[in-house]
């Protein structure tokens, strides 16, 4: 049963351009969801794509964009990068509708480091 | 608006016990997690408590208050792989998507 995987594992930007982050959620798993997670920080909730459309998002600019496609992997896209937007960004899925123990399963992360 | 809060860092030595804390003002409530994560990797799931009272699993217990938005992760027997950051995390209102908010994390330091 795989996991959830995401790629690259690390990426090096300069200001200013544009980098792409792909996941693939757990197996049976329809729901992802991207949080930012800066160094000695917690997890913080960016958007979550269902059924290919963007159900919730929190406070991050439109500079964050995302996509779902039909086998429920997922991109988030982040535009004209700045210094602050070096963080680890990690994936989690889930399963819509589920609740109780069921929680979110998370990727090993993308580390972003923007020069 | 969302606040959880925890004490940043904790030391403890091998064997003892610790328990981390956790204080929580949300719109809105549907059971309080608690991660741990290793530095540099994912969070992987401890445990869950959505009713008040003790929950237990092994070596690790968390208990909730929800008239008092309060929550603690008990580690036993303290092992040294036990050093990690602990993150508590309360779900969002039930609208069948899982949306967690978390708190900054305490970074639990066990020595020999």
């Known amino acids: 049963d795989a996991g959830v995987t995401q790629s690259p594992t690390h990426l090096i930007k300069t200001r200013g351009q544009q980098v792409t982050l792909r996941c693939s959620p757990k197996?049976?798993?329809?729901?992802v969801s991207w949080y930012q997670q800066a160094l000695g920080q917690g997890p913080q909730f960016i958007f979550q794509?269902?059924?290919?459309?963007?159900?919730q998002r929190g406070n991050f600019p439109d500079r964050f964009s995302g996509h779902q496609f039909p086998n429920y992997s997922s991109e988030l896209n982040v535009n004209a990068l700045l210094l602050g937007d070096s963080a680890l960004y990690l994936c989690a899925s889930s399963l819509y509708g589920t609740s109780g123990t069921d929680t979110q399963y998370f990727g090993p992360g993308t580390r972003l480091t923007v020069l | 608006g969302q606040n959880i809060d925890q004490p940043t860092e904790m030391t403890a030595t091998e064997g003892a016990i610790v328990q981390i804390n956790c204080t929580y003002q949300t719109s809105g409530f549907n059971g309080l997690f608690w991660y741990q994560q290793h530095a540099g990797e994912a969070p992987t799931f401890l445990s869950y408590n959505v009713l008040d009272g003790l929950e237990e699993k092994g070596r690790f217990s968390s208990f909730l208050s929800r008239s008092k938005g309060y929550s603690y992760l008990l580690l036993k027997e303290l092992q040294m792989k036990d050093s990690a950051s602990y993150l508590c995390a309360v779900r969002d209102r039930d609208t069948g998507f899982q949306k967690l908010v978390f708190g900054t994390g305490t970074r639990l330091l066990v020595s020999p």
């Open positions: 794509y269902y059924e290919e459309e963007e159900r």
């Open positions: 197996s049976g798993h329809d729901t």
